[in-house]
């Protein structure tokens, strides 16, 4: 089965920007809440002494997010067809 490129990075991309706007919205209405998961996920690591979540910028974090996500299917569906044949 060969998948798509194109569709697998426009459907990375929207998954990447609903995460990404999900992210902001912990971060904005529930800062302790996205702080533990963070922590959870980085092992535990303290995160009291460099914890300062920023709201300004939202647009270019949101934007660079989604492209990665985007180039990051592309190159899944890619890779994948490659290893397909």
Same mark, same amino acid.
């Given at each position: 089965?060969?998948?798509?490129?194109n569709a697998?990075?426009?459907? &990375?991309?929207?998954?990447?920007?609903?995460?990404?706007?999900?992210? +902001?919205?912990l971060?904005?209405?529930?800062?302790?809440? +996205?702080?533990?998961?963070?922590?959870?996920?980085?092992?535990?690591?303290?995160?009291?002494?460099?914890?300062?979540?920023?709201?300004?910028?939202?647009?270019l974090?949101?934007? &660079? !997010? @989604?492209?990665?996500?985007?180039? @990051?299917?592309?190159?899944f569906?890619?890779?994948?067809?490659? !290893?397909s044949?």
């Open positions: 089965m060969k998948l798509n490129e697998v990075a426009k459907t &990375s991309g929207v998954l990447g920007a609903w995460f990404f706007l999900v992210c +902001y919205l971060v904005f209405f529930m800062p302790e809440v +996205y702080k533990a998961i963070v922590q959870s996920w980085m092992h535990g690591v303290d995160l009291n002494l460099i914890w300062k979540p920023m709201t300004g910028n939202f647009l974090g949101f934007a &660079s !997010f @989604s492209a990665v996500s985007w180039v @990051s299917g592309w190159l569906a890619w890779i994948y067809n490659k !290893f044949k």
